[in-house]
């Protein structure tokens, strides 16, 4: 049986806090999810040269960015390896529009209710308004000529930690594997977030509270459970959204699993 207290791998990339390899998990069938071929992580933006060397040694082919337009041209991915594929896929949810999320948290506007209120409408979002998009990313999955590839947002946890779910449900997870991964979040990017909460007090002019930062830096079992409830309510249950919303019939998810277990 697998220890899920040893899971996520994450790497110690200069660049980023919440880069990790989804490998290890187990699948269905006393399956596991193949290491070294799927990455989640946050943005790209502030890869150093040694990173730029790791991404070379995981032999990464494919980049998958979730994020909306306007992120991506604050903080473009850094990736100095033109052979690597960099496909954008933006999940423009209003309840995870990053440079509002700031403006409310500097002005002191959006508090830890709020912000809990606003990643909550996120996920249903995501099932609602962006599955589309979810569908492609999991179309890209199906090619086996994309891995090692990685995906991410700009904190890597809630449009790539939906992403996650979806791929690791897609290849026969449990939902305690699945909750495991998304709330990983939580430890793998603790020691960032502890120093911007630290940092405040030498910032006199950010109004935003501890608390509301580490809401909006963090994640919950809720926020990802409203998207599970919102595809039970549209759809009836998690395999019928995969297939009607996402594409992925019984052939398909075969394939997948072939692709991400052994």
Known sequence: MTNLAVLPIKLDLEGTNNFRDMGGYPCSDRTHLRQGILFRSDHLGKLTDKDQQK????????????????????????????????????????????????????SGEITADLARQHLLE????????????????????????????????????????FAAALSLMVAGASLETVFHDYLATNHCTANYVNGLIDGLADMPEMKASPEAVRTLMQVEADFLQSALDTINEQYGNVERYLKKALGIDAEKREKLRSILCE
Do not use: M
């Open 55 to 106: 991404l070379t040694e995981l032999g990464i082919k494919t980049i998958v960015d979730l994020r909306r337009e306007q992120e991506r041209s604050e903080t473009p991915d850094r990736i100095d390896d033109p052979a690597i594929k960099q496909l954008w896929l933006p999940v423009s949810a209003e309840g995870a529009d990053v440079h509002k999320l700031r403006l409310g948290l500097e």
């Open 122 to 161: 996120a996920n249903r979002e995501f099932v609602r308004d962006f599955s589309h998009i979810y569908r492609n990313f999991l179309q890209l999955l199906l090619d086996e000529d994309n891995y090692p590839l990685v995906f991410h947002c700009t904190a890597g946890k809630d449009r790539a930690g």
